[in-house]
């Protein structure tokens, strides 16, 4: 760019006020830094309304991607958008290598401090570390010392936080060993920022990051124990704490890109110091657990007694050499800001290396010396906890009165080995997008380093945090700050630079002979939750089809249902607790009146059987099982979840009509890519049984309604014989709502009756899910052979559903529908599909046999 560029690209950037911090894109001079000039250089090339469209669109496409970040303590958490801003951090290849040489020196340096601390100690025999950093370290897990990892390696996936120093060189401010979290958001921000300035990223030469996931992938796989054989592709899963953890997405979205088993606790057992997945064929043998649980959350059994996540008997199984722990158990010791002082000196001792990257200044209060001095500095220095798990909040000593300041110096000199002073940093800024203009924001840059081999291999780049303010003293997600994509530029490769966000590209396939069946790869939980996917979108798709349905005929003033049509259809949304009992008079449909109720049943989220619950109950489901569902259907079923923009007090059938109108679109929507996009394996067997087993609950509600009403009129001496009564309730209910318009041209109600009941080429039947789910049944995998219970459970399923065909093929048999005959099938094969539920759940869902390793 030349002078007189720059000089048009600052005037642009005249608002552009960093202070007297080092600042990112401009030097203090007002000089744009050479390797932003092709971004800037772009971006002043756009109006403001370019910009915004392209901000836009980021923000759709991480809609549509379901990116999400828990806020705890915030109603809003489930609705916030992911904060990704426009502009990236640009950091040249030079400086780069510098930061990677420095990073993965640390790994070296933080994994050798591991296996010292946990074997030999020697480090403490030799005075480089006081016993005490380790004795009143809560992180500090005893059942851990002596485990050897293969290898040697306990860090598998760590990151540092960095910053810049006033003279612009980088210092650590803290490192994340035991579950790191932000690689999956790095991956996935790349993924947005690239295909929305995939111009830029190709002028700019970004280095790719998918060769860090392909690594980090082969290298879990590499970890099976030597003891677990090779007949077997090795088991690799994610531990999850579940959907309710504030960076599930990224376990998720990490699990699917690196092909792995996404798992939570009770998804494990460990028998005979083996750790098993709990799958559709039993218990299946686990090689490498990748945790993203804290380390005393992971055995409840020799960590901590209460915790539900973990796994009891993990550290045991680790113990043993029959798993891989990717972090090992213990590795949150190391995050303790205690340790920071004493890095240079171990570095020498375990490296023979001075270290590259320095901490900033910390003085730990365990030694009189540093006590002294740091209660004697108190308003120059940032007070933290010297453990992550001390309860204790930053407390910045400048910004504390006189009598706070003595307060915390009483608080120190009580416990000591608490506390740690550190040397305050003023954060270097960079550029974020505000309001169609670039302001400054605070950052703290997160790098990722992963084992490979012998060694260790960093992401070029990571994930960028900043502030939600200019001056913010602390960075966090949890606090309302954003998070940027990190650009490694200068560094040309061939090919188009954007695409490397696709992690597949750079993968080697499988051949097929080493895949396993999708009945070993399907934890018991998976199925469960596919299953209850399955019924709980048929149930918002029943229930949005009636109450459309319904809607219509009150509110249609051209041709108005008449109190015959409505009162079936009352009774079936009585049935479905939609509705509640109404007596309506004869002769009349009163409009007004049905209108709020079903209201209440589209938004009133108070409504235990509404559409809200309902769709909460799907969201909750799919959020547990979205790795497994196409791309595209947990956009819809987000979609779904996100309340209507309409007011709760203001019943206007149009608005409730069109809300209708949305809901069975997307569950249509959501279908079709079922249909279309997911393999036809066990996982979408379970999906289907699900929605199958659920209509024709349904369908035999709507048909003992009918037949109840078919039963009280004719009592009444109100309609003709009940075989007519029956079949007209039957095609107003099941008809208009399955296929709105249906009975406009055609009044043949005997013939929808018999459809209903035994077509079997009828996607809406009761005869069609019959037969669908007696082929699922004899498809699925059967439960070993030890497994007494499961298979017992798995036959008496498919008598019960042969027992359900033979009674509507031979039962109805053609003849005339009589309500003695038709209540004779109804109560049986209703009793009959529900118990094949309970039997699905014995015999896969929970099971407790285990396969040979």
Excluded at 4 to 18: G, K, V
Excluded at 129 to 148: D, K, Q, T, V
Aim: negative net charge; proline residues 7%.
């Amino acid at each position: 760019m030349s002078d007189l560029d720059q000089d048009a690209a600052i005037a642009a950037l005249s608002h552009y006020a960093p202070g007297a911090v080092w600042d990112e894109l401009v030097t203090g001079e007002r000089r744009l830094r050479p390797h932003w000039e092709p971004l800037i250089g772009y971006l002043s090339q756009l109006d403001p309304t370019d910009i915004g469209e392209l901000r836009d669109e980021a923000a759709r496409l991480l809609r549509q991607n379901g990116v999400g970040y828990t806020i705890y303590h915030d109603p809003r958490a489930g609705d916030r958008p992911w904060p990704l801003d426009l502009i990236p951090l640009l950091i040249p290849a030079a400086e780069w290598r510098t930061i990677e040489a420095g990073v993965i020196q640390r790994a070296r340096l933080l994994n050798a401090i591991l296996a010292d601390i946990y074997g030999g100690q020697r480090m403490v025999g030799e005075g480089r570390l006081p016993p005490s950093l380790l004795h009143a370290n809560p992180s500090f897990l005893r059942p851990s010392c002596g485990i050897e990892p293969p290898g040697g390696v306990f860090l598998h996936l760590y990151a540092v936080d960095l910053a810049r120093s006033p003279d612009g060189q980088w210092w650590v401010l803290a490192d994340r060993m035991q579950a790191p979290s932000g690689a999956g958001y790095a991956l996935e921000n790349r993924s947005v920022i690239g295909r929305v300035l995939a111009d830029c990223m190709s002028a700019a030469a970004v280095l790719p990051i998918a060769p860090f996931f392909a690594s980090l992938r082969d290298n879990l796989s590499a970890l099976a124990p030597v003891s677990s054989g090779s007949l077997r592709p090795p088991r690799v899963v994610l531990l999850t704490p579940g959907p309710y953890n504030e960076t599930y997405f990224e376990h998720a979205y990490l699990a699917r890109q690196l092909d792995l088993s996404l798992v939570e606790g009770a998804d494990l057992t460990v028998r005979g110091r083996r750790v098993f997945l709990k799958t559709l064929n039993g218990l299946e043998p686990v090689d490498v657990v990748l945790r993203r649980l804290d380390d005393d959350f992971c055995d409840p059994l020799e960590l901590r007694p209460e915790s539900t996540l973990g796994v009891a008997g993990l550290a045991e199984a680790a113990r043993a050499g029959t798993v891989t722990i990717a972090n090992a158990l213990g590795s949150g010791v190391l995050e303790g800001m205690a340790f920071k002082p004493f890095l240079p000196g171990l570095s020498q001792a375990l490296l023979g290396e001075t270290l590259a990257l320095a901490d900033v200044a910390s003085w730990w209060c365990g030694g009189d010396e540093e006590r002294r001095f740091v209660v004697d500095h108190l308003d120059r220095l940032v007070i933290k906890p010297a453990f992550p798990t001390v309860a204790l909040e930053p407390a910045f000593g400048a910004e504390l009165s006189q009598a706070g300041r003595e307060a915390l110096a009483a608080r120190i000199a009580a416990r000591p080995l608490d506390f740690v002073g550190q040397e305050r940093v003023e954060l270097s800024t960079v550029p974020a997008q505000q309001n169609g203009r670039l302001v400054p924001r605070p950052l703290v840059l997160r790098v990722f380093v992963a084992a490979s081999g012998a060694g260790f291999v960093a992401l070029p780049g990571g994930l960028t945090r900043i502030s939600a303010a200019a001056g913010a003293p602390i960075v966090s997600m949890q606090q309302g700050g954003g998070c940027k994509d990190t650009w490694i530029t200068g560094a040309p490769l061939p090919g188009p630079r954007h695409e490397d966000a696709d992690i597949s590209k750079v993968i080697t396939l499988r051949t097929p002979g080493a895949s396993r069946s999708s009945a070993d790869r399907l934890a018991s939980r998976t199925a469960d939750g596919l299953f209850w996917v399955g019924r709980y979108a048929e149930r918002v798709y029943g229930s949005a089809r009636l109450l459309r349905s319904l809607l219509l005929g009150i509110t249609d003033a051209a041709q108005p249902w008449t109190l015959q049509e409505v009162e079936p259809a009352l009774a079936l949304a009585e049935a479905f607790d939609l509705l509640p009992a109404l007596d309506l008079a004869r002769g009349r449909v009163a409009a007004l009146k049905l209108v709020p109720l079903i209201h209440a049943a589209v938004l009133d989220h108070a409504h235990a059987s509404g559409l809200p619950a309902n769709l909460h109950r799907l969201t909750h489901a799919a959020s547990g099982v979205r790795d497994h569902l196409p791309h595209g259907c947990w956009q819809v079923i987000a979609a779904l979840g996100r309340s209507p923009a309409l007011r709760a007090n203001r019943p206007v059938p149009s608005a409730l009509l069109l809300r209708l109108d949305e809901v069975v679109t997307l569950e249509a929507a959501l279908w079709g890519m079922v249909d279309d996009m997911m393999q036809r394996d066990a996982g979408w067997r379970f999906l289907d049984l699900g929605k199958r087993l659920e209509r024709a609950i349904n369908h035999i509600a709507i048909l003992r309604a009918a037949s109840a009403r078919a039963q009280r009129l004719a009592g009444e001496a109100r309609g003709g014989d009940e075989e007519a009564l029956l079949a007209a309730t039957v095609a107003t209910v099941w008809a208009r709502s399955a296929r709105p318009g249906a009975l406009d041209g055609a009044r043949d109600h005997a013939a929808m009756l018999s459809a209903m009941l035994l077509d079997a080429d009828d996607p809406f039947g009761l005869a069609f899910q019959v037969a669908a789910i007696a082929a699922h049944l004899r498809a699925l995998p059967r439960p070993g052979a030890d497994a007494s219970e499961g298979v017992a459970s798995v036959a008496r399923a498919l008598d019960l559903i042969g027992g359900a065909h033979e009674l509507l093929s031979n039962g109805l048999g053609g003849a005339p529908v009589a309500l003695a005959t038709l209540n004779g099938l109804l109560a049986p094969l209703g009793i009959m599909l529900r118990e094949i539920s309970d039997l699905l759940t014995r015999a896969y869902f929970t099971h407790a046999f285990a396969r040979p390793a």
